[in-house]
């Protein structure tokens, strides 16, 4: 991997690889059996700066790359896959829409908050009927005098209660189809003030909040579940023209292009799982003896850790290889799209095989590789389904033919 990363890539990934063992390991089991929100490591991760990462310094960023960024998912995957989409989601779902596409006088009022981590943000775009179907949007915003009114709701959003700053898709000409879908800025206060105030992160004072923005019930998920999930409803929200998010009707192409880098985020995420509960079986099949010696002396072990070592180097080139395309300013799009399509469904492969190698424990959650094989699903879901992966990356390769 040294053809991807210099020095400070280096410096940033034992960093977080520290943080990781020794503020999130200790308590991930607990949060993942609780689904409590970790509000103290997102404090810990914002005094560190994980959540600016890739923003210019003078935006309250790290003024790092797009590599140095993967690195952190990558890393904090490892340990516990609810922190990584934390970081992921406020930064490339919460964060990145308005640093492309927003004004300047948008970049200086939001940018700084979601940087530092003193506010959290997310990404409202699936609905009940527009999940991979995206263009289906049902969300509307009506103009009125000075901004726009929106009503119609957003399911499974991460952050959706726990954040304050969302980037929203809704249609602002339902015959124009997908080019009549625009974004929005809108705000929220924390539904965890109280906890917020606490810790000293999640809210601010500085936000003007939108009235009839407010989220549903938090989601009981399979896996991820120290990570917040919610409906986000607009209830007759009154949005001002300021917070429109780039030109009207140029929120479908714009929020194409952040789910091409939210593509790669979960190539990481799911890259970092799969090391993760590799690293774990390991651990255990040298540990672990029968027979009256360790179990990775046996044949059978050695090819499932053989074949998990094989696909996480392949998953490596593959995520930081798009990562290093996008940071070049090249296309990436069908590189994004196997990144994350590989890297998902090898995740899923690599954790049912580290709880095969862990036997009965590893279908306890004494061990970590059960939360670990939970967590892998959604990588195969979320920002695009494995399905739709191969549509993009179908498309791409029989267009080449024509050129």
Excluded at 68 to 82: C, R, W
Excluded at 176 to 202: M, N, Q
Aim: aromatic share 8%.
């Amino acid at each position: 991997m040294e053809r991807y990363f210099d020095e400070n890539h280096l410096m940033i990934r034992d960093m977080v690889r520290d943080f990781a063992r020794n503020e999130i390991a200790p308590v991930a089991r607990e949060l993942d059996v609780t689904s409590a929100f970790p509000w103290e490591n997102v404090r810990k991760m914002g005094e560190l700066g994980l959540f600016g990462i890739p923003w210019p310094e003078e935006l309250g960023g790290a003024g790092m790359d797009g590599i140095a960024y993967m690195i952190v998912i990558h890393e904090l995957a490892k340990v516990d896959a609810s922190h990584a989409i934390t970081v992921s989601a406020h930064t490339t779902l919460g964060t990145s829409p308005i640093v492309a596409f927003g004004t300047q006088e948008q970049k200086e009022r939001f940018v700084p908050l979601l940087a530092s981590g003193q506010v959290l943000g997310g990404f409202g775009l699936t609905e009940p009927g527009a999940g991979s179907d995206a263009g289906g949007t049902q969300t509307t915003a009506t103009r009125a005098d000075g901004g726009w009114i929106l009503n119609g709701s957003k399911i499974f959003i991460t952050h959706a209660g726990v954040g304050e700053v969302f980037v929203a898709t809704a249609v602002t000409d339902r015959k124009a189809g997908p080019k009549g879908i625009t974004s929005f800025i809108v705000t929220k206060p924390t539904t965890d003030l109280d906890r917020a105030r606490e810790v000293g992160v999640g809210h601010s004072d500085a936000l003007e909040f939108i009235d009839g923005v407010r989220a549903g019930k938090k989601e009981d998920k399979m896996g991820w579940r120290a990570s917040d999930t919610r409906e986000l409803v607009f209830d007759n929200a009154f949005v001002p023209d300021a917070n429109v998010l780039g030109e009207v009707g140029k929120g479908f192409v714009n929020f194409l292009r952040t789910l091409d880098s939210g593509r790669i985020g979960i190539g990481a995420l799911s890259l970092g799982i799969a090391e993760g509960a590799y690293e774990a079986a390991r651990r255990y099949a040298t540990e672990r003896k029968q027979f009256g010696q360790a179990i990775s002396e046996f044949q059978g072990i050695q090819f499932m850790l053989a074949d998990m070592a094989t696909e996480i180097e392949a998953a490596k080139h593959l995520v930081y290889h798009a990562a290093w395309l996008k940071e070049q300013g090249r296309p990436f799009t069908k590189e994004a799209s196997m990144a994350k399509l590989f890297a998902s469904e090898a995740a899923m492969r690599i954790t049912t095989k580290a709880v095969q190698v862990h036997g009965g424990y590893g279908y306890t959650n004494e061990y970590p590789v059960e939360r670990m094989m939970r967590d892998a699903k959604i990588c195969e879901i979320g920002e695009g389904t494995s399905e739709i992966q191969r549509l993009v990356i179908a498309r791409h390769i029989l267009r080449e033919l024509s050129h």
